[in-house]
């Protein structure tokens, strides 16, 4: 016997999304309607979502504002006036889609945080500061969209919103039940997607040193909610020295990563490297222009292939 629709609408972004969304998309079955915004695949992502009944959309990213959430909460002709975003690599389990059935009955609220599970090489990484992690991913779409942090103008970011927060009109409140966030590809994947994102937090970093982009954003406040109160500390962490090792002995020693074992070790020295990467990427804002090569021309002291010819010849 199936299970009755919950008018929820549910927005996955995908490209290349092949090994997670079988796992993803059997999740959502309770949904009553799913958009997959696809940006050009190449593998089978597109045929896996259109055989689990799901409605596929193409985004074509001109390098502008705004990105692909945005653009899909824009431009989607949504069904229902809830909608959930999911992606490729995070589950709804069915506890949380009972209580999605319960929560969106609710008058006084017009969105809700939920909790997610992350999940690396295996284990639930449940120390580290990783938990909880919570998100604004469902609200009344014509009610939420995400900030601009103004890092459009940065390139290899991709498409769409890296850890942009959603502003919303109205009152939210949180679920209890947790979604499942884990990646069934490889180490490989989790490296690219942070080399991109630490481009992306390069440019935040060199804003908050800055005082820019401060519009339209979930802005930063200690006595606000806990994302807000992680804006604020992170416009603290910017200006501290030494921030790979100390990201490190806040993730692994303070806040107890050593916990998760093996698992929370390696992912500790990860965070300490990306860390790294964007205090590197960041520099080259700052002093190169954006570009690891300052010259214009490059600077030739030897003599040209037709000047050797030349003396060759004669």
């Given at each position: 016997m199936s299970l009755s629709k919950i008018p929820v609408s549910v927005l996955i972004p995908a490209k290349n999304e092949e090994a997670n969304?079988?796992?993803?998309?059997?999740?959502?079955e309770r949904a009553d309607e799913i958009f997959v915004v696809d940006s050009q695949s190449s593998d089978q992502s597109i045929e896996i979502s259109q055989r689990c009944g799901a409605k596929v959309v193409q985004f074509n990213f001109n390098g502008q504002w705004p990105k692909k959430k945005n653009w899909s909460l824009e431009n989607l002709p949504f069904?229902?006036?809830?909608?959930l975003i999911v992606d490729c690599d995070e589950r709804i389990t069915?506890?949380?889609?009972e209580e999605i059935a319960q929560a969106i009955q609710n008058p006084e609220h017009d969105g809700y945080y939920l909790n997610r599970r992350v999940f690396f090489l295996g284990k639930w990484i449940r120390h580290g500061g990783k938990y909880p992690d919570w998100n604004?991913?469902?609200f009344k779409h014509k009610q939420g969209r995400y900030e601009n942090l103004n890092t459009e103008d940065i390139p290899n970011t991709g498409d769409n919103e890296v850890h942009e927060h959603v502003v919303l009109e109205?009152?939210?409140g949180y679920l209890k039940n947790d979604m499942i966030h884990e990646d069934f590809r490889d180490l490989y994947h989790w490296l690219a997607r942070h080399n991109r994102y630490s481009n992306w937090e390069a440019r935040v970093y060199l804003n908050l040193l800055t005082n820019q982009g401060n519009n339209d954003t979930i802005g930063a406040s200690l006595f606000g909610d806990a994302v807000q109160r992680k804006r604020f500390l992170k416009k603290i962490w910017v200006r501290?020295?030494?921030?790979?090792f100390l990201r490190f002995v806040l993730f692994y020693i303070i806040q107890r990563g050593f916990l998760d074992g093996r698992?929370?070790?390696i992912y500790a020295r990860l965070l300490s490297q990306y860390e790294y990467q964007i205090g590197v990427k960041l520099y080259e804002l700052r002093h190169c222009g954006g570009k690891l090569n300052t010259k214009s021309t490059p600077v030739t002291t030897s003599p040209s292939l037709s000047q050797v010819v030349k003396q060759t010849v004669i």
């Open positions: 969304l079988p796992a993803c998309l059997a999740s959502l069904q229902n006036e809830w909608v069915t506890e949380l889609w604004l991913r469902l109205g009152k939210v501290l020295p030494f921030k790979p698992a929370g070790y």
